[in-house]
């Protein structure tokens, strides 16, 4: 297979995270302006000199994404709405990156918001899709818990793992999170605390699972050249890969597109995975991130449960190094917002602007992502490898 | 008694025998329109299996826990279902019938009669 090309002399700049708590009743463009506002402020730039706009989110109805270039005021030469959950941060970052090196637009501006008023959660979940409406949500109602409670029980059954295992990742993203000034939940638990948890949906139980909050997360995505001559700390894209349905004939698929990509993204990021210091995980459940790790080869498939939850020194390394902000198991699910939450997280380290939890040897960082839940599977996935930019 | 949920059977491709769940109107392998709904009861294998001990619907939670599974049918699609009867194992054979619950009439599934 043909690897992409490359992504020579993109700079992806200026981390935002915004969290508003648990419940508002502030509409999304509101949190959109907010974002905005802060891109401008930390960039120095004028909101005219942004001619590119990725925009992702579930809760923008009525209005459809487009809208948000009136209600902000922009006039834009490239747009795209890239709503696509937990993939929504990597995808954003390729197309944008594609737009930049193809001249379509010169600064992009990618910005990821959901409010959440107090039945946001339910009524997104109620009619995400026809397939899940018509074959899940009858079933009790659980939401995306249900079916990642019987992707779980696959995996442990198949692989002889217990929940203690899945634990010791939910625990280690929580220590991650004490220092972290987004985090909606920072004070750290142990591995007793987790196995006494209330359970959900066996065998999740509430620390398996994320809250659903209101946020905004973005970034800027524009030539090296541009960054520099605004003196803006920025990261290089070495490598992205993404992939949409991959195993279509599967049920209940227990993998994704990340193995079909992994071969491509490390060969044209140049690297490899000792050189990653840094791994961001779309971490909706743990099995989740397990899959995710296992598939782009940082450990064998079947065996990362296992061995996350072993106490040798390179693994507590490896979950220190983990979803650094703390994950959304911690800073908590900001609808499509979530799905940004690991590569800003990236983009902050990086860049050195993580101030609390900065990973001072953070050189080079993959992000992962794994979004929307359609029926018995989420479709998209994509993966980045990111480098500081004096790398 | 508000019953909100309604039942949506597999259907199964007249010119190409694919399975489709949930029912859309078309086939998923061929793209052919010529779908029917396939006849209950069914046979199928307990594929995974869960117990919800919450819900989102104010309405279901008098009721919890629902034990519920997704069980892989003939043909090969694989749906979800209530666990109609206690001890269902993983891997085991079970009929998928059409039965009334207290939030909606869905599929089930249930011990073959010996």
Redesign the interface.
């Known amino acids: 297979m043909k690897g992409n090309n490359s992504y020579q002399e993109i700079a992806v700049t200026v981390p935002i995270s915004l969290a508003f708590g648990r419940f508002i009743d502030e509409e999304s463009p509101v949190l959109f302006a907010r974002a905005l506002r802060a891109l401008l402020d930390k960039a120095g730039l004028k909101k005219e000199e942004i001619d590119g706009l990725a925009v992702s989110s579930f809760s923008l109805s009525p209005d459809p994404a487009i809208a948000l270039s009136r209600s902000l005021g922009m006039s834009l030469r490239w747009f795209q709405d890239i709503s696509l959950g937990g993939a929504s941060g990597g995808v954003s970052l390729n197309r944008a990156a594609r737009a930049i090196q193809a001249g379509d637009a010169s600064i992009v501006a990618c910005i990821a918001a959901d409010t959440n008023p107090k039945t946001g959660f339910k009524d997104l979940v109620a009619n995400f899709s026809r397939a899940s409406r018509d074959g899940v949500y009858p079933y009790g109602a659980g939401g995306p818990t249900s079916v990642f409670a019987l992707l779980t029980q696959q995996y442990m059954e198949k692989y002889d793992v217990g929940r203690e295992h899945f634990g010791a990742l939910c625990v280690a993203q929580r220590q991650n999170a004490k220092n972290v000034s987004h985090a909606v939940f920072r004070d750290p638990y142990s591995i007793e605390d987790y196995l006494n948890a209330r359970m959900l949906a066996d065998p999740l139980c509430l620390l398996d699972c994320v809250m659903p909050v209101a946020g905004a997360e973005a970034f800027l995505v524009m030539s090296e050249d541009r960054a520099k001559a605004l003196k803006l700390p920025f990261a290089r894209v070495l490598g992205a890969i993404e992939h949409h349905n991959a195993y279509a004939e599967d049920h209940q698929p227990l993998r994704g597109g990340w193995r079909h990509g992994v071969d491509q993204l490390f060969e044209q990021a140049g690297i490899g995975h000792d050189d990653i210091d840094l791994i961001q995980t779309y971490d909706d459940y743990p099995v989740i991130s397990v899959l995710q790790m296992e598939e782009l080869g940082f450990f064998p498939v079947g065996e990362g449960a296992r061995l996350l939850c072993s106490n040798t020194p390179d693994v507590q390394k490896r979950l220190y190094n983990h979803n650094t902000s703390g994950g959304q198991l911690s800073c908590g699910q900001a609808g499509a917002a979530g799905g940004f939450l690991g590569l800003v997280e990236a983009i902050r380290q990086l860049t050195g602007q993580a101030e609390g939890w900065q990973r001072d040897a953070a050189r080079h960082a993959l992000v992962s992502g794994y979004g929307m839940v359609i029926y018995d599977r989420c479709l998209a996935t994509c993966a980045t490898i990111m480098a500081a930019g004096d790398e | 008694m508000h019953k ?3 039942l ?1 059977l597999p259907q199964v491709c007249a010119d190409c025998a694919g399975v489709t ?4 109107g078309f086939c998923h392998k061929c793209l052919s329109e010529g779908c029917t709904p396939m006849a209950l009861p069914m046979e199928g294998v307990i ?11 104010e309405q ?1 939670k008098p009721y ?1 826990p ?1 034990k ?3 069980v ?1 049918i003939e043909g ?7 666990e109609g009867d206690d001890g269902l194992e ?1 891997g085991q054979i079970v009929l998928i019938t059409e039965q009334d619950h207290e ?2 009439t ?1 599929l089930t599934a249930v011990k073959e009669k010996i």
């Open positions: 909100n949920f309604s949506h769940y949930p029912p859309q594929f995974a299996k869960s117990v919800l001990h919450y819900s989102l619907e279901i919890l629902v519920f599974a997704s892989k090969g699609a694989v749906i979800f279902a209530i993983l939030f909606g869905l």
